[in-house]
């Protein structure tokens, strides 16, 4: 029996149904063609579209969103794979007053997607950021978080069926997880949450790769006796938050959970709507879980001591349990 297919091999899977049914769309970015990206995220697409449609480009992220903005201006749907998010910050003026302000200046689509690995794992200070809430503050971007791989490919096909352009973020240490994936009309929707853990007794709200822990830690809360939802919130622009509300009325007890600092992050967000809009239906303050606002080491020690842990998780949990 076959294996299910990997967080990468639901990418391209994705992006090979939509480039059969649309030939404006290619990519570009480095070592594509032959090595199929660091995360072999389009392994073989070169070979099967040829060079027209996987562009080897210069290492300049500046350029390859410049170049992917006037294509899109121009009736193509380019996919900009910068490999690292961490790269965005050389093409931060193209990305923020160029790809996500061009409709609001000249009535103008940019179906543009940058996609790129996020979030942390052993890779020292340069490839490590979490990024998200940089590009979810943004007016005139779109930001996906796929979590598992049936949402990376649903998710994908969604952006580069859009208008305007998306962020795509796929966690780093997801690469190789494995899971089920549709077909080429199952699309996930933007702004929409899903339970991916029923409870009735507190909800864990997160996304991407800290639905693992998320999932482990309420595991341990189970064998206690006592049950926690987990909402996957798959897209942080546009955010489904009245999922995360009907949750707060829900159950009455929240924990949100990331791997950025939380200093003015995207669990700060959900934090403050939620308890503005259901107030009255919290029987205590919701809990955040984040990592230390510290650069990333090199050092994994450093590294799992500035993260948050399954611990750190279980401890929140039990927290808001407790009210």
Do not use: C
Not at 124 to 152: I, K, M, Q, Y
């Amino acid at each position: 029996m076959a294996s299910e297919p990997t967080y990468s091999e639901a990418y391209q899977s994705g992006i090979r149904e939509e480039m059969n049914s649309n030939p404006k769309i290619f990519i570009m970015g480095t070592d594509l063609q032959e090595r199929g990206g660091h995360f072999a995220q389009v392994k073989g697409i070169a070979q099967e579209f040829g060079g027209e449609r996987v562009r080897d480009t210069p290492i300049s992220e500046a350029a390859m969103i410049a170049a992917g903005v006037g294509a899109a201006m121009y009736g193509m749907r380019p996919v900009v794979d910068l490999n690292f998010m961490d790269f965005a910050l050389g093409a931060m003026d193209e990305i923020i007053n160029q790809a996500a302000h061009i409709r609001y200046m000249f009535n103008g689509s940019v179906p543009l997607i940058i996609r790129a690995t996020s979030g942390i794992a052993q890779a020292g200070a340069h490839h490590n950021n979490s990024f998200e809430s940089f590009f979810a503050h943004t007016p005139g971007l779109s930001v996906a978080v796929p979590g598992t791989p049936w949402d990376v490919k649903g998710l994908l096909k969604t952006a580069l069926r859009a208008d305007d352009p998306v962020i795509f973020m796929m966690h780093k240490k997801l690469t190789g997880m494995r899971g089920p994936i549709g077909g080429p009309e199952d699309l996930v929707p933007f702004g929409k949450a899903r339970i991916a853990r029923e409870g009735a007794d507190a909800t864990l709200v997160t996304y991407g790769y800290t639905l693992i822990p998320a999932m482990k830690a309420a595991e341990t809360l189970a064998a206690e006796g006592k049950q926690v939802e987990i909402l996957d919130l798959r897209t942080l622009f546009p955010m489904d938050m009245d999922a995360v509300i009907e949750a707060v009325k829900r159950t009455g007890r929240m924990v949100v959970v990331d791997e950025a600092p939380l200093f003015a992050s995207i669990t700060a967000e959900i934090a403050a709507t939620a308890s503005e809009a259901a107030f009255d239906s919290l029987k205590g303050p919701i809990v955040r879980v984040g990592a230390q606002r510290a650069p990333l080491s090199a050092d994994p020690g450093m590294v799992e001591a500035t993260i948050p842990s399954i611990a750190d998780i279980e401890a929140a949990l039990r927290k808001v349990l407790s009210y």
